[in-house]
C-alpha cells in the first residue's frame, strides 16, 4: 500500500524534488552503513567515481561531477583523507587545484567492496522505482536532465 504524501504547498515541484532527495540519501546511507559502518553514500560514491577514474580527478571536477559546493566537498574529502582512503595533492601546473586519487588503501578497499556497493545502490535504485515504468523512468531522468542543465 502506498503512503499518501504529506501536504505540500501547492504544484511546487522543488518541495517534492527535495523530500525524494532526502529519502534517498537516508536510505543509501542506511543501507551502506549496514555493511559499511563508517561511510556515507556521498562519500562511497566519491570512492566509486575515482575508482572508476582509475586515475588522478580534481577536486573542481569532483564538485562540478556532483553538483556540491567547494565546502562541501573539502569536507567529504578532509574526511576521506583522514581514513586514508584518498590521497590529495596540489596540481604540478596550477597550485589552486587539489587533485585527488585512491590511496593503496583506497584501491584496495575499492577492489573488495566495488561489487557489493554496486549492488547496495542497485537495491535502493529498485525500491526508489518501484512501480515506476521503465518508460515514466526515462522520462523522468531526461527531465531532470533538463532541470539540472537549466543551472
Do not use: C, W
Not at 30 to 45: W, Y
Not at 78 to 97: E, H
Not at 111 to 122: E, N, T, Y
Amino acid at each position: 500500500m502506498t503512503k499518501p504524501l504529506p501536504e505540500l504547498p501547492g504544484d511546487q515541484l522543488g518541495p517534492r524534488l527535495k523530500m525524494l532527495d532526502t529519502l534517498v540519501e537516508k536510505e543509501l546511507n542506511n543501507t551502506i552503513s549496514k555493511v559499511i559502518p563508517n561511510l556515507t553514500g556521498v562519500q562511497v560514491a566519491v570512492l566509486n567515481t575515482l575508482y572508476i577514474v582509475d586515475d588522478e580527478m580534481s577536486q573542481k571536477s569532483l564538485e562540478l561531477n556532483f553538483r556540491l559546493s567547494h565546502p562541501t566537498t573539502r569536507g567529504i574529502v578532509k574526511r576521506l583523507s583522514l581514513m586514508n582512503y584518498i590521497q590529495a595533492r596540489k596540481s604540478d601546473t596550477d597550485a589552486r587545484q587539489v587533485m585527488l586519487s585512491l590511496s593503496p588503501i583506497g584501491k584496495e578497499f575499492m577492489d573488495a567492496h566495488f561489487d557489493q556497493i554496486s549492488k547496495l545502490v542497485d537495491q535502493v535504485e529498485k525500491k526508489m522505482t518501484k512501480d515506476v515504468t521503465p518508460g515514466e523512468q526515462h522520462i523522468f531522468m531526461e527531465v531532470v536532465d533538463k532541470m539540472i542543465n537549466n543551472f
